[in-house]
């Protein structure tokens, strides 16, 4: 397809739509278990720690696999690496519809369900970055993590409309695949004629991601927000039972607020603060603020005042994620040559937060208590907005960076057929 007038290929759009379409999928089918949640744990013995388990075991996956799945899709391509692990996840969706039977076989269903969130997750920005120039990045970043919330929020909220969990996860499995077929047939790695990256030795990519601080920096950001964010949409229901007491089906449907909300401000929030000059200094506040009126859901009355804080919370809030998990690819000195390697170390650092915090350190240190739990979700929220004042406002400036579009590095690049 030919490049339109300003240098851009419109079939961009076709590449944002089967990645946010993936990335949909992938949360849709992660989430769905936190509706059925009661059906599991009748009908499959789990207990509470073993459910929490088998829904974050794909965060796990992506902790381990991040890094080295960046490190090969940097060295052989984009493409090769998507296609195997969404294969590789369909099957794993399959085998939790048709052969989950305990908390073991679920948990590995859904272990092997989770190598496609290391690909959305590590690869998403690096390929985004590969079709979209600096100045569109936030609008492509805003939609891809829209999408995922919206997975979110539809996942939880339509889950209990099945007959049974198994119909549900009937309907999960024919989700994904239908994105991963449009995914294998409709994807393309870059715009044709752009330049290919030299080879280099596999290690050699990850070596310039991990010598780069910001990289670092953005992963500790993203660290403690995902960490707070993923401890806010599997505590709030209960808390909102113990502290307001509200009835258990009632407190359930605040996810449908808190992920709708999260999925707007995904997209609404980058373009926004792109039109303010400090960005990360508003973008910092934001958090704090967000933080606030979901901290703050927990005290006014329950009722609609509750789903106003909760959904302009996370509005506000989730204007991070789509601005610090492509920092990295934003950078001169990372871009798209190296954004597979830096993504998996964000990614990792993002997964980390998500599984080991509220998993471990929250329940280790707030116990049962739901006040000092959303007090610890709080501190988490306001660190990860400190982190984010430690970057370069460069990287949130999209639309003033000079950097190439298609290396981001000193590395020269030769003309050729891409593979990545």
């Not at 579009?405 to 030769?414: C, F, I, K, W």
Request: proline share 5%; charged share 10%.
């Amino acid at each position: 397809m030919r490049q339109s007038a300003h240098g851009e290929n419109p079939y961009r759009w076709v590449i944002l739509a089967i990645m946010s379409f993936l990335f949909f999928a992938v949360n849709y089918s992660e989430f769905e278990l936190a509706g059925v949640a009661g059906s599991l744990f009748g009908s499959l013995h789990l207990t509470p720690f073993e459910f929490g388990m088998c829904l974050f075991a794909p965060f796990l996956m992506n902790f381990a696999f991040g890094i080295p799945i960046g490190v090969v899709a940097d060295r052989f391509g984009t493409r090769a690496a998507g296609s195997v692990l969404l294969i590789v996840a369909t099957g794993g969706l399959v085998g939790r519809a048709y052969a989950s039977t305990d908390f073991v076989s679920l948990f590995v269903w859904m272990l092997v369900f989770g190598s496609s969130m290391v690909f959305v997750n590590t690869l998403g920005p690096k390929i985004l970055r590969r079709w979209f120039k600096h100045e569109h990045m936030s609008l492509a970043m805003g939609t891809f993590i829209g999408f995922a919330g919206l997975g979110v929020g539809l996942g939880e909220g339509t889950a209990p409309l099945f007959s049974s969990f198994t119909a549900a996860f009937y309907f999960a499995w024919m989700l994904l695949a239908v994105a991963t077929l449009c995914f294998l047939f409709g994807f393309r790695p870059k715009p044709a004629g752009e330049a290919d990256v030299p080879p280099q030795a596999v290690l050699e990519f990850l070596g310039v991601a991990a010598r780069n601080g910001y990289v670092w920096l953005a992963g500790i950001a993203v660290l403690f927000f995902f960490a707070a964010w993923v401890g806010t949409a599997g505590n709030l229901p209960s808390a909102l039972t113990q502290i307001k007491r509200a009835s258990p089906a009632a407190a359930g449907l605040l996810g449908i607020p808190l992920g709708f909300g999260g999925a707007l401000g995904g997209f609404f929030m980058p373009l926004i603060l792109h039109r303010i000059r400090a960005i990360k200094g508003w973008l910092a506040a934001f958090v704090v603020i967000g933080a606030v009126l979901m901290v703050a859901s927990l005290a006014v009355r329950f009722g609609p005042m509750t789903w106003i804080c909760v959904a302009v919370g996370a509005f506000l809030a989730n204007g991070l994620l789509p601005l610090a998990i492509p920092f990295p690819v934003m950078l001169a000195e990372i871009g798209t040559t190296y954004g597979g390697s830096a993504g998996g170390i964000v990614s990792l650092l993002q997964m980390a937060g998500g599984f080991f915090i509220p998993t471990f350190v929250i329940a280790l240190v707030a116990g049962a208590d739901q006040s000092k739990t959303f007090g610890a979700l709080f501190v988490l929220f306001v660190l990860s907005a400190i982190f984010v004042l430690t970057l370069p406002e460069r990287g949130f400036q999209h639309a003033a960076s000079t950097a190439p579009l298609d290396t981001g590095s000193a590395v020269p690049l030769r003309p050729g057929a891409d593979s990545h």
